[in-house]
T-cell receptor, first 116, second 111 residues
């Protein structure tokens, strides 16, 4: 069964360092998302991406964050200068389409980011 | 701003009992409602998706209802098993697929 895959599963980094989290969405999906979950808190929307551009972003997604689809399969989240409060589980998700279809969201297993 | 609330926050039942999990949302202008399961330290597994025009969806022992006008959804799990122990999350989406999540209901099914 097709699935969303994420790497790395766990990354530990020093405050101020750059981090890139990688995702391979389901191949025929068109919408891609990043969500995060701080330990013990709700899953929060960060950004959605369609047709090679950001379609929506939350107030959390500030200038320190960026997303990219460098090729036909990968979808990356970059945090330029990590802060302690960026420590969280980051989930990539994809859906076949948002409007005019089911828009069912499929999640990866997550990348746990620990900032020291 | 959409707010999603799940009650109860935690639930413990003996094996074989039916589970009833509640989700409410403040803005009825949703596109989809989706129920997920999350095991500790793991990702989210999609259980059921209900489109806004639908009233319910069923998959095996799971049944989810949606009353959009009152801003409520209920997930029923029949004849619970210890393997059903997990956190269950409800999420609602707008037309662009952005989902807003509830805090979840942590379920423990005791043998």
């Amino acid at each position: 069964e097709p699935e969303v895959t994420q790497t790395p599963s766990h990354q530990v980094t020093q405050m101020g360092q750059e981090v890139i989290l990688r995702c391979v969405p389901i191949s025929n999906h068109l919408y891609f998302y990043w969500y995060r979950q701080i330990l013990g808190q709700k899953v929060e929307f960060l950004v959605s991406f369609y047709n090679n551009e950001i379609s929506e972003k939350s107030e959390i997604f500030d200038d320190q964050f960026s997303v990219e689809r460098p090729d036909g399969s990968n979808f990356t989240l970059k945090i330029r200068s990590t802060k302690l409060e960026d420590s969280a589980m980051y989930f990539c998700a994809s859906s076949e389409i948002a409007q005019g279809n089911t828009g069912e969201l499929f999640f990866g297993e997550g990348s746990r980011l620990t900032v020291l | 701003k959409q707010e999603v609330t799940q009650i109860p926050a935690a639930l413990s039942v003996p094996e074989g009992e039916n589970l009833v999990l509640n989700c409410s949302f403040t803005d009825s202008a949703i596109y989809n409602l989706q129920w997920f399961r999350q095991d500790p330290g793991k990702g989210l597994t999609s259980l059921l998706l209900i489109q806004s025009s639908q009233r319910e969806q069923t998959s095996g022992r799971l049944n989810a209802s949606l009353d959009k006008s009152s801003g409520r959804s209920t997930l029923y799990i029949a004849a619970s098993q210890p393997g059903d122990s997990a956190t269950y999350l409800c999420a609602v989406s707008d037309s662009w697929g952005k989902f807003q999540f509830g805090a979840g209901t942590q379920v423990v099914v005791t043998p």
